[in-house]
């Protein structure tokens, strides 16, 4: 065997056990939880393990489902003085069950870190990862980018998703309930719907609002200095 053969062959090799190539479902840990949040929670136990208040809650849409966030940031919490690599992590609920997880790594604590560290870091808790199909690698972002999928963990119930933003560059982990995901992303789709055809009567009924109450406003500074008017 030649140099070249040896290099290319340990090539291939490290490839294969960073990313699991082999097709179908990989063999993963327990890809329910994320530390210890589990999937498929509900809205209570995620507030009272993040320590978040009820004001923090955002809804979402209420109809046809109802959909919530909560945004936690890890360094929040507790007094040690070790860097978290998390900025952000955001749960989201549908109808109450804890659906979504995402992870947003803090660019400047993951700096210089190849896909395969990230990847590596990751399988060491969720088992051997594989890399998704090329149809798959760019799905479009919450914001209108592009984001790639660089490695997946699976199982018949959940999913970890690594994604890299083309805008902004920085790694995501996102984890999903398979039952849950379908739901949720229709029902969000059309309580979009539901809010663009009822756009013009609450523009109108904003408009109207607002005019009469400076329509009150206007007669209550008229009561005022009507009786002190002098010409």
């Known amino acids: 065997?030649?140099?070249?053969?040896?290099?290319?062959?340990?090539?291939?090799?490290?490839?294969?056990?960073?990313?699991?190539?082999?097709?179908?479902?990989?063999?993963?840990?327990?890809?329910?939880?994320?530390?210890?949040?589990?999937?498929?929670?509900?809205?209570?136990?995620?507030t009272k393990q993040t320590g978040a208040?009820?004001?923090?809650?955002?809804?979402?849409?209420?109809?046809?489902?109802?959909?919530?966030?909560?945004?936690?940031?890890?360094?929040?919490?507790?007094?040690?003085?070790?860097?978290?690599?998390?900025?952000?992590?955001?749960?989201?609920?549908?109808?109450?069950?804890l659906f979504r997880i995402v992870v947003n790594y803090d660019r400047y604590e993951t700096e210089g870190l190849t896909t395969g560290d990230i990847v590596g870091a990751i399988s060491a808790t969720y088992g051997m990862a594989a890399k998704p199909p090329a149809l798959e690698n760019t799905p479009l972002g919450p914001y209108g980018d592009l984001e790639e999928v660089l490695a997946r963990w699976?199982?018949?119930?959940?999913?970890?998703?690594l994604v890299r933003s083309s805008s902004r560059g920085s790694f995501t982990l996102i984890g999903v309930v398979k039952r849950l995901e379908g739901p949720a992303q229709a029902?969000?789709?059309?309580?979009?719907?539901?809010?663009?055809?009822?756009?013009?009567?609450r523009d109108a009924a904003r408009i109207a609002s607002e005019e009469e109450a400076a329509k009150v406003k206007l007669e209550k500074a008229r009561l005022v200095n009507k009786p002190k008017f002098q010409p």
């Open 1 to 46: 065997m030649t140099k070249f053969t040896g290099t290319a062959s340990r090539s291939v090799l490290t490839s294969f056990l960073v990313f699991g190539m082999a097709s179908g479902v990989v063999l993963a840990e327990d890809l329910s939880k994320y530390r210890d949040f589990q999937l498929g929670t509900d809205l209570a136990t995620i």
């Open 53 to 97: 208040s009820p004001s923090q809650i955002k809804v979402v849409d209420r109809r046809p489902a109802f959909i919530q966030e909560l945004a936690w940031r890890p360094q929040s919490l507790g007094s040690s003085s070790k860097p978290d690599s998390v900025q952000e992590v955001i749960f989201t609920f549908y109808n109450g069950e």
């Open 154 to 161: 699976q199982d018949s119930q959940f999913r970890l998703d």
């Open 187 to 201: 029902a969000i789709l059309e309580a979009q719907r539901l809010d663009d055809q009822e756009a013009p009567q």
